[in-house]
DNA sequence: CAAATGAAATCATATATATGAATTAAAATC
DNA sequence: GATTTTAATTCATATATATGATTTCATTTG
């Protein structure tokens, strides 16, 4: 048996970490269905031992102590600190930005972006979360992870148009993550932000399967005039940190 | 009263972010003194929710979704999304680098960090946790919070040398505290990290009290030829940043 | 390979929490 | 500024959880 109020901790984190604007008890307590007076003991805990607090209109937020936890969160993935060094010389030889996420439930967590001096826009940062079907990295993931785990995310997936070109076809979907499969790295073509093309590859740990994915990030007509150099250097750094984090296959 | 599971889901957050390397339950049931079985059941619903995992050698870690909810909790905070573009600027107009923080219980939090081309070595970055007194965000927030605050901080701080230069002797810090409360910003000496040194400056909210602190760093010598046109811009852009989010003193 | 250590799981019951109802406080509307 | 609406808080008790003891299983160490 799981713990109630453990749980229920866990669920105000995540809600109020979608309302950066804060939430009043009562719809806090509407959002998770549970009593008010329930939510209002968890709130005064939590509020005690800083994790979360009343911005000025009296709404709760999430506190200060969750910024430490979720640095920390991140740094003891030891694909962290072991891929860092390898993303850097991938920068530095395809001169695009890097990103680098891991597989949280149903979506991607970014945990690195390297920047280059000819920077792009783009709304990913470490730390943020995005779909998988749209994003190069989150296909990835979907590309390369177990057939069973793939159908059941996909199952519970709705595939919402965030660009013109976003694939909202669930067979049209299937049919590039096969691709994918067979060419060893992934496509997006503008599917999550206008004019952002992105190659990505996947990253395996020593449990034999898909660990996290690394991604090359740039405007569109430069990444495609040298995408050939661009995916040998993806795919050897990639099969560097796999094997940096003790991958063997 | 306080939600007991509640308060040791937080209290297994903590002590797991001071380990990077993970914890077995025994480590941890002994670290928080609670009882093995109840210590077994709070992590497996924190494990169920992705809240912490195992590591290949089993011991417990903090899990991938409490990256996005620190990340949030950054952002959730008014001082950050308003501070950011008026530190982009003073780092312009400073050349060196940039550091905001906030105050979590007895310690700061660095919420930014905006870098120069000339880029300096230090261990502070967004996410990280620093002591007070060895810091010049930190006797900031020292120098410009309420008395009684002051003294409760000082009492339970072990004053523990980091570089030559920190400060160790209550008497000396508390003096230099009143200097810079008539100096309206601090210093830090190389008292945290050999050839840096800082100048700090309170930002106040809202409330009329310190809401956060930022600093100019940079090598001992560069910052020290210029230290009072950087010390006007730092306290130029501290009053803007404090009118910006409501400071009417 | 024996011994020790640690993890996982189960259980009965003492203890802590969740709950709905009631009350108070605050905000919105007339 | 009275009235209505909505949100926050308190409280007694039904309900859920935490606990220590115990067992099993797995892994590590000597």
Not at 54 to 68: F, M, T, V
């Amino acid at each position: 048996m799981s713990v109630k109020s453990a749980k229920r901790v866990l669920e105000i984190f995540e809600v109020l970490s979608h309302y950066q604007q804060g939430l009043t008890i009562k719809e806090i307590s509407v959002k998770l269905e549970m009593p008010q007076s329930s939510t209002f003991n968890l709130l005064r805990t939590l509020k005690e031992e800083g994790y979360v607090r009343q911005d000025l209109q009296k709404k709760y937020r999430l506190g200060e102590k969750l910024i430490p936890i979720g640095t920390s969160a991140m740094e003891s993935l030891d694909i962290y600190s072991i891929g860092l060094p390898y993303l850097q010389r991938l920068m530095e030889s395809v001169q695009e930005t890097i990103f680098m996420a891991v597989l949280s439930e149903d979506e991607l967590v970014y945990i690195a972006k390297i920047d280059t001096n000819r920077s792009i826009r783009t709304t990913a940062q470490p730390g943020y979360r995005k779909p998988l079907y749209c994003t190069g990295l989150g296909k990835t993931f979907l590309a390369f992870m177990a057939e069973d785990n793939k159908n059941q995310l996909l199952n519970q997936m709705e595939l919402k148009p965030i660009t013109a070109r976003t694939v909202i076809e669930r067979n049209e979907l299937e049919k590039q993550l096969k691709l994918f499969q067979k060419l060893g790295y992934s496509i997006d073509d503008e599917e999550n932000e206008e004019g952002l093309y992105c190659l990505a590859a996947p990253i395996y740990g020593s449990n034999q399967g898909i660990t996290a994915a690394i991604s090359v990030a740039g405007p569109k007509q430069r990444m495609q005039v040298r995408t050939e150099m661009i995916i040998e250097e993806l795919k050897k750094t990639a099969r560097h940190i796999s094997k940096g984090i003790g991958y063997s296959g």
